[in-house]
């Protein structure tokens, strides 16, 4: 018998879900882009592309890059989750890009932008997955690695991915303490 999930619940999920998101972009626009810092994942390759090429956002980047993977997703895990991400990942794309454009923040002291800024990131991709949604990129990612090297953890999937992505903008930015702050 199918578990029949009310408008509240839906109501419930999509509004924490749409404050993680609000999070998420804060963190990213107020302590990691104006102290140049390294952002893992998906975000991170927005922001070594947007550097290069100025006019592609880090939003656009987001949902270029995770669209095929929410396709490969939705044929692999089913719809159930991934309409929340899908959700999730479209609205923060949008989030960070308009409040990027509206709001330019100045930088910090770097150890401050890290612990606050990952405080905050760290309580929007916990609310995020707590509704049973994620931004795609890294987790969705990880998961779908998952089936190819299930000796590996998901933590230590997204952990590679995270690293690789944070020594390339180490690399793009010629910034070795900013990737390791």
Sequence with gaps: MKKTISVREIFKTYFWVSAAC??????????????????GGFTGIGQIINAYVPFVSVGSVLIVLNTP???????????????????AMAFSSVVIDTMGALVHFRPMDPLLACLYGGVLLGA?????????????????????????????????????????VIALHSIAFGHLENALY
């Design 22 to 39: 609000l999070l998420y972009a804060l963190s990213f626009n107020w302590f990691f882009v104006p102290n140049d810092l390294a952002f």
């Design 69 to 87: 993977l929410f396709f490969i997703g939705m044929r692999r895990f089913g719809v159930g989750m991934l309409l929340s991400s899908l959700f």
């Design 124 to 164: 929007s991709v916990g609310i995020m997955m707590r509704a049973g949604a994620t931004t795609g990129g890294t987790e969705l990612l990880a998961r779908l690695l998952k089936r190819r090297f299930g000796n590996l953890s998901m933590g230590r999937l997204c952990m590679i991915i995270d690293f690789v």
